[in-house]
């Protein structure tokens, strides 16, 4: 935030005057009670991130508060804006080599079971650990 332009500045009158101008036409032919357009909220808000909150607000002749809530409630993190997806799916990457997994078990009395396992076969593991301690019993 550039907290130190003027509001007399040639940049700052050069960026808000379009926008000014739009509010001026809205406000000539608005219904009674009728609210501001997203669309000048937008181009305000916007405004307001670069010259800040309370110039924008006193050029156009909008409350400083609503202003503000528009600026800080559009930059909330986790909050989806206007021209970002709420969702977004994310590929599942595929292995590129198959892999093997060695499980090696031994008992107290010295027996042993050593299990080469491929990719996806991991279902059958736990029945035979089972059956290997189970036997003892």
Same mark, same amino acid.
């Given at each position: 935030m550039t907290a130190n332009i003027n509001t007399k500045s040639?940049?700052?009158l050069s960026k808000i005057e379009p926008v000014h101008r739009q509010l001026q036409a809205w406000r000539r032919t608005r219904k009674h009670r009728e609210r501001i357009p997203d669309s &000048?909220?937008?181009a305000m808000t916007e405004l307001a991130g670069v010259f800040g909150v309370s110039r924008v607000s006193q050029a156009m002749g909008v409350?400083?508060?609503g202003l503000k809530e528009r600026v800080h409630g559009s930059k909330q993190p986790g909050r989806?804006?206007?021209n970002q997806p709420?969702?977004?799916e994310l590929p599942v990457p595929v292995p590129t080599h198959q892999s093997e997994c060695l499980v090696? &078990?031994?008992d107290r009395l010295g027996?042993?079971?050593t299990l080469r396992l491929g990719p996806g076969s991991g279902a059958e593991?736990?029945?035979l650990v089972q059956a290997f301690w189970r036997r003892q019993s």
């Open positions: 040639e940049p700052f &000048l909220w937008k409350e400083y508060h989806p804006s206007d709420a969702f977004v090696e &078990l031994e027996a042993k079971m593991v736990l029945a």
